[in-house]
């Protein structure tokens, strides 16, 4: 998954001074440390205290250099293999980490100063030794102490160096999960778990930029973890806000998309991916939905079913219903066009289920969402055009309730068909049966090699010889219109005029190569469609459910957010009703299963 991209840490403009320093024998080393930091301890024994004068920004300056010297030579001494050599033993002994965390928070207007430059410890020892340094209580402590002031309203700069730090905790995290016995700490003696990281994280998930991208990825990390462990499951469900900000973040981002675009053609339909970079409060709003796709798809079950919970009441029902009922046409227009592209991003069935549920089972002023969609078709413009792009969208999903609602239920009654003309529907075609068998005897030399792997259709061939070619030349004599398409405008002229320009044998060639691939994607078209509705309740073939009878469309959302159709015959449902409503073929099995 892209949003578990293991991603580099963001560059500083301090980093610079952090360049590597030649070493020479590890006593110079470690003597050279020893003396830096009682340098460095003079100046934070003189200023270090509420009595003292304040430390200048040279006295800063001057820790900070000292500090930036000695964890460079720690960083040197892991580089030669030793993971836990005499001088961070002796940075662990000093407790040098934590006495800096004490005195910068007497550095006054340079505090934040201070922040950024123990986050780039921080960052500097968690890259180069891993994970060995965060089992220390000496690194651990003051690491902790600092994630919490950090936490609260800082600059931008250290911020982003914040979110790095945990970032990188995190991958640390899913990869060696024993530390979670350093960063979580359990419910006890009626106290609320703590997962310092996590919730620390949760205030940068909808940010935009690199903070956000970040952020986001190491809450993935997290709930990678909560699947694997139900604490952190029960954690985020019962004790932190991280649902309820997730899917009302999504409400506070719609809230600032566009309502109308200007400029637009009157063939406009749809929103596309350059949309979206040209549109920056749309590409941030499409991040987090993103986002919360992955945790869908990725989170232990106990946090998914609180996130779909949250999205479908506190942003599909109390947001997006209203959006769809506005008096402005242009408005309705841009919260349909959202509502497609929402749908063709989303992957995960159950926020699929969610978004259907909404569609098929809500209503906005006493009709059904999905009713109201299709009846805007027959408006003049971009509302017609916008709604049947939508209604394709929710078509190309494979869902049967989908496809209950908007076709089945009003052919299966054949209520369209004369009485006299409906038993010639059963009857059974024996001219396409012929033409199976008589494309049956094509000879094997002349089927394409794709074919033999069930990937292309005979009727695609490779065929050379004279007859072959005069078949399928008098088979691409049909209009030529109709098997191509060319973009309008002036291209479209251009192209006739190519074409009326080159001799009718090349122009026919062109169009029977055109023909041949529009029936080879039809055929996959219509392989990828049956493979995706096998999982169907009915195969809806005029015997089950049989032809003739009504259908009623009884949406059950339970726990899983199914919908259950109930299929029941004109004779029984006048006489049982109440017992007829019970019916059905059964809502367990998952019937969304073919969408995307």
Not at 29 to 34: A, F, G, K, P, R
Request: with cysteine; aromatic share 8%; hydrophobic share 40%.
């Amino acid at each position: 998954m892209s949003w578990l991209r293991r991603r580099s840490p963001v560059p500083s403009p301090a980093r610079s001074t952090w360049e590597a320093l030649p070493v020479a024998d590890q006593a110079a080393c470690l003597d050279t440390l020893q003396s830096h930091w009682v340098d460095a301890l003079t100046i934070i024994r003189k200023t270090g205290s509420a009595l003292k004068a304040k430390p200048t920004s040279d006295d800063v300056n001057g820790v900070c250099n000292y500090v930036q010297k000695m964890v460079l030579l720690l960083l040197e001494e892991g580089r030669n293999g030793e993971m836990h050599g005499p001088m961070l033993d002796y940075f662990m002994t000093e407790n040098i980490l934590d006495e800096i965390l004490a005195w910068s928070s007497y550095t006054g207007k340079n505090i934040n100063k201070m922040k950024l430059e123990q986050l780039h410890i921080f960052e500097l020892l968690i890259s180069e030794l891993q994970h060995s340094v965060l089992v220390h209580k000496a690194i651990l402590r003051p690491l902790t102490k600092l994630l919490q002031v950090c936490g609260e309203r800082s600059p931008v700069d250290v911020e982003k160096a914040l979110v790095c730090v945990l970032n990188q905790i995190c991958m640390c995290l899913s990869q060696y999960t024993a530390l979670l016995d350093f960063f979580f700490t359990p419910s006890a003696d009626n106290q609320a778990s703590k997962f310092l990281v996590f919730s620390v994280l949760i205030q940068f998930m909808h940010r935009d930029g690199t903070i956000g991208d970040q952020a986001r990825n190491s809450l993935l990390h997290c709930m990678v973890l909560s699947a694997r462990f139900d604490c952190i499951a029960q954690y985020i469900t019962a004790n932190s806000n991280f649902c309820p900000v997730l899917a009302t973040g999504l409400s506070g981002l719609y809230s600032v998309l566009p309502r109308k675009l200007a400029d637009l053609p009157e063939d406009w339909h749809e929103l596309r991916d350059e949309d979206k970079e040209q549109i920056p409060e749309l590409k941030t709003f499409i991040d987090s939905l993103w986002f919360c796709n992955a945790v869908a798809e990725v989170a232990h079950p106990l946090v998914r079913d609180q996130l779909i919970d949250y999205v479908y009441h506190g942003f599909l029902l109390c947001v997006l219903g209203p959006a769809l009922c506005q008096s402005s046409t242009d408005e309705v227009v841009m919260t349909t066009a959202y509502l497609k592209l929402f749908i063709s991003t989303i992957t995960d069935k159950s926020l699929m289920r969610a978004f259907l549920r909404f569609f098929l089972g809500e209503k906005v002023e006493e009709t059904l969402i999905i009713d109201t969609v299709v009846s805007r078709i027959n408006h003049p413009g971009q509302l017609c055009l916008v709604s049947l792009s939508l209604i394709h969208s929710l078509l190309d999903l494979n869902c049967e309730e989908v496809m209950l609602h908007l076709v089945f239920r009003h052919l299966i009654p054949l209520s369209h068909v004369m009485v006299s003309q409906r038993r010639s529907l059963k009857t059974i075609d024996m001219y396409g049966s012929s033409s199976e068998k008589f494309l049956s005897l094509i000879p094997a030399c002349c089927i394409s090699e794709q074919s033999t792997d069930g990937s292309s259709s005979p009727i695609i061939s490779t065929l050379n010889t004279s007859a072959t070619k005069s078949i399928l030349s008098k088979t691409s004599s049909l209009k030529q219109s109709s098997f191509r398409f060319m973009k309008s405008g002036n291209k479209n002229v251009e192209n006739r005029a190519a074409i009326s320009s080159v001799s009718p044998g090349s122009r026919l060639e062109h169009f029977e190569t055109d023909y041949l691939k529009y029936l080879h994607d039809a055929r996959q078209g219509v392989r990828t469609c049956s493979q995706a509705c096998c999982c169907w309740s009915a195969p809806y073939d005029s015997e089950n459910p049989p032809a003739g009878v009504e259908i009623t469309f009884a949406p059950n959302f339970a726990s899983e957010a199914q919908l259950t159709v109930g299929v029941k015959k004109k004779r029984q449902c006048r006489a049982e009703a109440a017992a007829a409503a019970t019916a059905g073929h059964g809502c367990e099995r998952d019937r969304c299963g073919g969408s995307r």
